[in-house]
Nanobody, 122 residues
Framework: QVQLVESGGGLVQAGGSLRLSCAAS????????MGWFRQAPGKEREFVAA????????YYADSVKGRFTISRDNAKNTVYLQMNSLKPEDTAVYFC???????????????WGQGTQVTVSS
């Protein structure tokens, strides 16, 4: 059973940076594309970024493009989300997930972490 555990969230001032990590258990991590999502209070969960199993291709939501960078280290079974130039509207619980099928933006993700809170103060 694959499990995903996020870490690295916290409180940061606008303009600051955070790096989130998502550690995966199991031996098949490197076979799957992975994604990051976020959910702000009172809002629906939204796609943030995704990365190919090889790390060779990435995709970002327009709202974070140029500020966030997704990466992965398959030797460590970990996917990262480097977040720079943070804005108050980036405040949300951030989740990593394993992509199963369909598009990265709206496809099926079948394993989710518990989430990590990111709060950006103005």
């Amino acid at each position: 059973q694959v499990q995903l555990v996020e870490s690295g969230g916290g409180l940061v001032q606008a303009g600051g940076s955070l790096r989130l990590s998502c550690a995966a258990s199991g031996r098949t991590f490197s076979s799957y594309d992975m994604g990051w999502f976020r959910q702000a209070p009172g809002k629906e969960r939204e796609f943030v970024a995704a990365i190919r199993w090889s790390g060779g291709s990435t995709y970002y939501a327009d709202s974070v493009k140029g500020r966030f960078t997704i990466s992965r280290d398959n030797a460590k079974n970990t996917v990262y989300l480097q977040m720079n130039s943070l804005k108050p509207e980036d405040t949300a619980v951030y989740f990593c997930a394993r992509h199963r099928s369909g598009s990265w933006y709206a496809g099926e993700y079948d394993v989710w972490g518990q989430g990590t809170q990111v709060t950006v103060s103005s």
